[in-house]
């Protein structure tokens, strides 16, 4: 059936002194090249995090560790990416969209060139670190601009170039990581990233208009509590795996994450005016998005990091061919992701999601089979990747207009908590992999197969809401420059 909405049908009003967020801007001239900024600065950070996963064994033979270590480098940044997505959303709404986005990529390109340079592992970590909070910022800055510079019922259809980007981004990095790598060595990477990072920075500057931020002030202990638990949950599972960390470690990390996050949920529900009320995320449309964007991430995670190094250990591929193969499933996404957009806006959001959660379940099922099993024919891989990929096209179109559409995802910090649950996805799923490696990846994949399948059954749970109205006016002239 048909998920029905009911959209208001906003339109800018004249302009004023201050633009609020959450309001409508007005379309600018140049709005092919606002896309062109908002979409580049995706790509960019999307390739940021996953360029390292092919030639991951070059890393960490270079500076002489083993692959669990290794692994650090990339989960990194997803780990610093989720624990700060919450604040980046606060910031977004204090500093305004675009001087959020410029001070994202100044930091992102700040950790490139650290991470170009590392001589250590540590300093390695530590850069890539630095990329993932530059990277914390981007998408919530970008969907919030693209959300208030295009009307609602182009909303998927934007979300869906948005989620195209991702996938191109995705695409791009595991093949280029592992071409550039064996032709120049792994450092090469983060050097061509560099003049890539300048150049969305420099059209970023010159395009993307100029919004007003909010003066508010911050809850310190909800934004506190909630970035103190999400990171000491993040810490806990990323060092668990981690040899020589004694066990209690990650469980007491874990215990008091909980106790954190308890924290949070309590003073928000006390507080007049709280980092974010925890009554919005359990409004059913935000949490059926955050689900299934949990679901997809730690999935996509899991598979990216886990199949190029059962490509380049148990088959024995090179890290460019191995690159190759994985290009089939983010290609896959990013075509896909318009097209998904379109079908979302004509059939309604929630078939879609549960079509691709569905899917997910199977792939991941069929990779706990093949790889659980050591099998090194290359076309069952194949094609669970190619199908990974039309999975993750389906579920990230919905979730994301599912997301913009709820009245969380009217707040800076309501995208950046839903932001946030991609990443910790991500990051759980990294993790998963250095806890399975090398024995357990069968087991790995069953419980991403489990996860995907009780995403699924939230899917069609709870009751619809009308859609929250924004503000109705703009108050600011949008300026570029």
């Not at 997505?85 to 204090?94: A, F, K, V």
């Not at 990529?105 to 991470?115: D, E, R």
């Not at 259809?157 to 064996?182: F, T």
Request: charged share 10%; glycine share 12%.
């Amino acid at each position: 059936m048909r998920e029905t909405t009911t959209e208001p049908d906003v339109t800018p009003a004249a302009p004023g002194p201050s633009t609020r967020p959450g309001s409508v801007l007005p379309l600018p001239a140049g709005r092919g090249w606002l896309l062109a900024a908002l979409l580049g600065a995706t790509v960019l950070g999307t390739i940021s995090n996953n360029i390292v996963n092919v030639p991951l064994r070059q890393i960490t033979a270079d500076f002489g560790a083993p692959v669990t270590q290794g692994v650090l480098v990339a989960s990194a940044s997803v780990l610093v990416l989720a624990v700060a997505m919450p604040l980046t959303g606060w910031i977004s709404d204090r500093l305004g969209r675009r001087r959020t986005l410029v001070l994202a990529l100044s930091v992102l390109l700040a950790g490139t060139v650290g991470a170009a340079v590392a001589p250590t592992l540590a300093l390695m970590v530590v850069s890539r670190g630095l990329q993932g909070l530059g990277c914390a910022a981007v998408p919530t800055a970008v969907m919030g601009m693209l959300a208030r510079s295009f009307p609602p019922e182009r909303r998927s259809r934007v979300m869906g170039a948005w989620g195209a980007a991702n996938g191109i981004g995705q695409a791009i990095g595991p093949p280029v990581g592992g071409l550039v790598a064996d032709a120049f060595g792994w450092r090469a990477i983060f050097g061509a990233l560099v003049p890539l990072t300048l150049g969305v920075l420099a059209l970023t500057l010159r395009v993307v208009p100029r919004d007003s931020g909010q003066p508010a002030r911050i809850d310190p202990v909800g934004a506190g509590s909630l970035t103190l638990g999400v990171a000491l949950l993040m810490t806990a599972a990323t060092a668990a795996p981690q040899p020589g960390v004694p066990v209690w470690a990650p469980v007491v990390g874990a215990v008091l994450g909980v106790c954190a996050l308890a924290v949070f949920v309590r003073t928000g529900l006390r507080r007049a005016a709280p980092f974010i009320d925890p009554r919005l995320l359990i409004e059913i449309r935000w949490l059926r998005s955050a689900t299934g964007v949990f679901v997809q991430q730690s999935s996509l995670a899991a598979v990216l990091v886990a199949v190029p190094l059962y490509l380049t250990g148990v088959t024995r591929l090179s890290a460019a061919v191995t690159g190759v193969l994985i290009f089939a499933l983010p290609l896959v996404w990013a075509v896909l992701a318009p097209v998904v957009g379109v079908l979302a806006d004509r059939v309604g959001p929630r078939p879609v999601l549960r079509t691709g959660l569905s899917l997910l379940v199977a792939v991941d099922i069929g990779l706990a089979v093949v790889l659980g099993s050591g099998a090194q024919r290359l076309v069952p891989i194949i094609a669970l990747l190619v199908s990974a990929g039309v999975g993750i096209a389906l579920v990230q179109t919905p979730a994301l207009t599912g997301a913009t559409r709820s009245p969380a995802g009217q707040k800076g910090t309501g995208l950046g908590l839903f932001n946030m649950m991609r990443f910790v996805g991500a990051a759980v799923g990294t993790a998963g992999v250095a806890a399975a490696w090398p024995d357990g990846l069968g087991w790995l994949f069953a419980g991403c197969a489990s996860v995907a399948a009780a995403g699924l059954v939230i899917s069609f749970r709870g009751r619809e809401l009308p859609d929250p109205r924004p503000a109705a006016a703009v108050d600011a002239p949008v300026r570029r420059g």
